[in-house]
């Protein structure tokens, strides 16, 4: 779906709000694919009430986050997505009260579903904060799966550059068709403008807790405010919650990452953090790399994922600058939907361009589950306009304890001492693949090196000796006087044709010697390798539709 950008709600009314969130979860016996598919059969989560500012948000079994937001009175329940911009709301079986339809008619596509309908005006209210005339798409007809989990319409908390009711609005000279978000950041620009989100994590349970704040964080969270702030892709007027990703760690091997977005640094790979996603969407090198690994695991092309060994553990985390964010090894490999006994990749590959050259992984809840995350909009200055929005994240998951939850709810022996390092430097890690050939030269050269060394000693102190016999021997030589030429003068005669005389095979010159260069390839008895450029990993397209769901 598309980016959570614009929970960063100021907590309007010149007080700061912080929203806690309790998520329930309700469990589905079917798995839809992004691609479309069978329908989701799932037992519908319950419509909580909002009470003051404290949002309910209930989560199916981890895979959509919801919450009540209220129009022309009446509470509807619509899923949060941060890869989108736009709210919509379902007028069937009961008309949304109180409405100011317009003549115009939209229709939003995700990357699963759609939804048609007019763009209509009504009072909104949501984190108790109340909007007296808010823009949003009164949808008649609508396939998308929030619907399936029992949720009336979608609300987007991204950029409003990405909001496709607000150009249609602009298009005709009006200015009132701005996001959720940003109006009420607008009603009080003096708060900060940045959303605090803590999806958390489950195991096999029912009941899973996360928060939710606008313009502060969770007090045990507070140190989320001293991490680096990640930059967004581009740093400034971004569409999306893109960052760049460093590097990537699965169990003590770092590789390295590049990207397909033109002119983002090669080095790197533009992710989209997109709350609206269960899983996360990457290159197929990348899953590869996470699964291939795996005893057990293959790729299976019905699913479009990789299944796994459920008793198997995958340590893996992400590497953003200079700081590394461990994934909880349950949201590596969760349990299949349709077959418990069987666990799947939450990450999926895509061997096309995940987001048509937008970003190049998509970042789901999977990952944004291991991590308490403050989205900021930048505070409005004085011309009105908002600085430049960054990420700031906070590690949840500490590995060893991880491992311990992982299995105690799979089975096994819990693992211990876990780390990742960072690579270090601002190209990140580089991964070089050496030919069998080079690898055992220098293998060669690390056992020979003492023998080596040892017979250069010996060769040099050879060499001194002679040198100081030489001298001796010159030394005694002058001793003796000089003896007197034969003919004076400065040029003593010398014999001439000296080669016709003495080597007749001199007397007709063969060819001029042709320069035969040596060869320099590397054989088993090499003990020699002539130095080899670094190289970097091929790139990794990846392609999504343009709105994201």
């Known amino acids: 779906m598309k980016l959570v950008q614009a929970f960063s709600l100021a907590v309007l009314a010149g007080v700061s709000v912080a929203v806690k969130i309790p998520f329930i979860q309700s469990k589905p016996t079917a798995l839809q694919r992004r691609s479309g598919g069978t329908d989701v059969s799932i037992s519908h989560p319950q419509v909580l009430s909002s009470v003051s500012t404290a949002l309910a948000l209930s989560d199916v079994h981890d895979l959509i986050y919801m919450a009540n937001v209220t129009l022309g009175g009446v509470d509807y329940l619509v899923q949060l997505d941060t890869g989108s911009s736009d709210l919509w709301v379902l007028n069937s079986p009961t008309p949304i009260p109180n409405t100011n339809i317009t003549s115009q008619n939209c229709n939003l596509t995700y990357g699963i579903g759609w939804a048609y309908g007019g763009i209509s005006y009504v009072t909104a209210e949501f984190a108790g904060i109340s909007v007296p005339s808010q823009a949003f798409l009164d949808v008649s007809s609508a396939q998308n799966p929030a619907l399936s989990y029992g949720a009336s319409g979608l609300l987007g908390l991204g ?18 068709g701005r996001s959720l978000l940003y109006n009420l950041f607008q009603d009080n620009p003096s708060e900060p403008n940045f959303i605090a989100l803590s999806l958390q994590s489950t195991s096999d349970d029912d009941q899973i807790t996360g928060s939710f704040a606008i313009g502060e964080t969770e007090p045990q969270y507070s140190n989320v405010t001293s991490t680096n702030k990640i930059p967004t892709w581009p740093v400034n007027s971004p569409t999306r919650w893109n960052v760049l990703l460093d590097s990537f760690i699965v169990g003590t091997e770092t590789y390295s990452v590049s990207t397909g977005v033109q002119g983002a640094p090669s080095n790197k790979a533009v992710v989209l953090l997109d ?24 790729y299976n092309s019905g699913l479009g994922q990789w299944t796994v060994p459920c008793d198997v553990e995958i340590d893996m985390a992400l590497q953003f600058g200079d700081q590394i964010f461990p994934i909880h090894p349950l949201d590596v490999s969760p349990t299949s939907f349709s077959d418990p006994s069987i666990c799947v990749g939450s990450f999926v590959p895509q061997s096309v361009s995940v987001g048509a050259g937008q970003f190049d992984w998509l970042i789901g809840d999977n990952v944004l589950r291991s991590v308490y995350a403050v989205y900021d909009f930048g505070d409005f200055v004085s011309s009105g306009t908002m600085g430049s929005p960054y990420v700031q994240m906070l590690s949840l998951v500490d590995p060893d304890q991880a491992s311990v939850e992982f299995h105690s709810v799979r089975g096994g022996t819990p693992e211990n001492n876990i780390t990742y390092n960072a690579s270090s430097g601002d190209s990140g890690s580089t991964t070089v693949t050496l030919s069998t050939d080079v690898a055992n030269t220098i293998d060669k050269l690390s056992k020979y090196l003492p023998a080596m060394l040892a017979v250069m000693a010996l060769n040099a102190l050879v060499l001194v000796i002679l040198s100081i016999v030489a001298l001796v021997l010159l030394c005694r030589r002058r001793g003796r006087g000089a003896r007197t030429r034969k003919t004076p003068g400065r040029l003593s005669p010398m014999p001439m044709n000296i080669t016709a005389t003495r080597y007749p095979d001199y007397a007709n010159p063969q060819e001029l010697h042709t320069y035969q ?18 190289f970097k990993g091929q790139s990794r397209p990846g392609d999504r539709p343009n709105s994201v769901a």
Not at 275 to 298: K, L, N
Not at 517 to 534: G, I, K, N, R, Y
């Open 159 to 176: 950029f409003d550059s990405l909001s496709t009711i607000d150009a249609l609005v602009n298009a005709t000279g009006a200015s009132t």
């Open 275 to 298: 709350s609206g996603t269960s899983y996360t969407y990457a290159p197929t090198d990348v899953c590869q790399a996470i699964y291939g690994g795996v005893s057990g695991a293959q």
């Open 517 to 534: 260069p040596v060869s320099m390839a590397l054989t088993e008895d090499t003990l020699f390798a002539p130095p080899s450029p670094a």
